[in-house]
Structure formats: C-alpha cells, structure tokens
C-alpha cells in the first residue's frame, strides 16, 4: 500500500463517518430530538465525530496489517427518546440513516465513476492519467461506504442493524433482543475472530467490483 493509497484510505474513511454520523443527527433533529444538534454533530468536520479508538488507533491498525479494506467507528450520536413524535418507528428511521447515507455516497461515487469512464474510454488502461487518481479515490469512496454501510447493519447491539430491527419487533419481544446489549461488542469481536465479518465483507467487496467491471 502507498502513501498515496493510505492517504486517500483515510481521507475517504473520515469523510464517511462524518456523513454518517451527521445523517443520524440530522434524522434525529427532524424527528424532534435536537440533542446531537446542539452538540454540534450535525456536521462534515471530523472532528466532531472522532472516536480515539473508532477513528484512530484501530484504522492505524489496520493500515499496519495491510488489511484489504479499511474502516473503523465514530462517536455514536445521543438520542434522547423522550423527544421523538413516535420513538419506536423514529429510532428506527435514525438508526437506517447512517447506513443509508454511505450507500448514497457509493452510489454518487459509482455514477462519477461512469462520467469519468465517458470522458476518459482508456480509464482503467492508463494509470498515468490524472484522471485514474480520480477513478482511485471515487473506487475507495464506493469501497469504504460499502463496507460501513454493511458493518453498521449487522443486527448486533450497538450497531445500526439493531436498531432497524428493533423498530420491527414487538415491545416484548423488543426488550428480550435487547437484553444481548452488554455482550454486544463481545459478539462483534468474535465475528471478526473467527473470520465471519472478513467471509462478509469479501461477499460484498466481490459484489462491488463486478458492477464496476460492469462499465
């Protein structure tokens, strides 16, 4: 992996947690919980967003085993449910915000992929073109988000996919699934142990590069 690689890799992964965490916020804010609002979360400044362990310390980690991907966490935007018109279907919509608002970015990015392919047909021959660093760093916006957008699906408390689920549950049924909520981060370490996420994620990636062949 390059500096350039590495560069690109981390500009690219603060950029999408930035949207998603302000997707969530923003959700949140139009639901009628201005909470993350006032904290200043609504926003593409990655600063507001930074985990130490999410953003830095685990992405380095990463980089140093040149893992395939990258990807890592943010600070989970508050939710205050006492202020939500309907706090079951509103947590629901908040918590697909984020992960929606990262396929969004990927699908941007695979529509500037086209234009680019359009204006450029010798794309993906040449890589001395100024125009395939663009074709680089649009690959690693599709990738990333892609890959964010699946990871915060996962039905595992404190994922995203939890609190989509939920919002399909009954109240019983609901309180029983989120019992698991302690051992959460147990589970999800353990799927990265022994290989589960890795199998997921290259299901996705291979998913991913066959559409970009596509063009």
Do not use: C
């Not at 990807?71 to 989970?76: H, I, T, V």
């Not at 993906?124 to 964010?148: D, G, K, P």
């Amino acid at each position: 992996m390059s500096i350039i690689d590495i560069i690109i890799r981390v500009f690219v992964l603060l950029f999408a947690l930035s949207v998603h965490e302000a997707a969530h916020a923003w959700t949140a804010l139009k639901l009628g919980d201005p909470t993350a609002s006032h904290m200043g979360r609504i926003t593409l400044n990655p600063i507001a967003h930074i985990d130490p362990m999410g953003t830095i310390i685990f992405p380095l980690i990463l980089i140093v085993m040149r893992a395939p991907f990258l990807f890592g966490y943010a600070k989970p935007v508050p939710v205050n449910p006492l202020n939500l018109r309907n706090p079951k279907r509103d947590n629901l919509l908040i918590s697909a915000a984020g992960p929606l608002s990262n396929l969004a970015v990927a699908v941007i990015a695979f529509i500037g992929i086209i234009i680019l392919k359009f204006l450029d047909p010798n794309l993906f021959v040449s890589r001395a073109r100024f125009s395939y660093l663009i074709l680089l760093i649009l690959y690693n916006f599709i990738i990333l988000n892609v890959i964010l957008a699946t990871f915060n699906l996962i039905p595992v408390p404190p994922l995203d996919g939890s609190g989509v689920l939920m919002g399909f549950l009954s109240d019983e049924s609901a309180q029983k699934y989120d019992q698991i909520r302690p051992y959460g981060m147990i589970i999800i370490i353990v799927l990265w142990m022994t290989g589960v996420l890795r199998v997921v994620f290259s299901i996705v990636l291979g998913i991913v590069d066959y559409f970009i062949n596509l063009i």
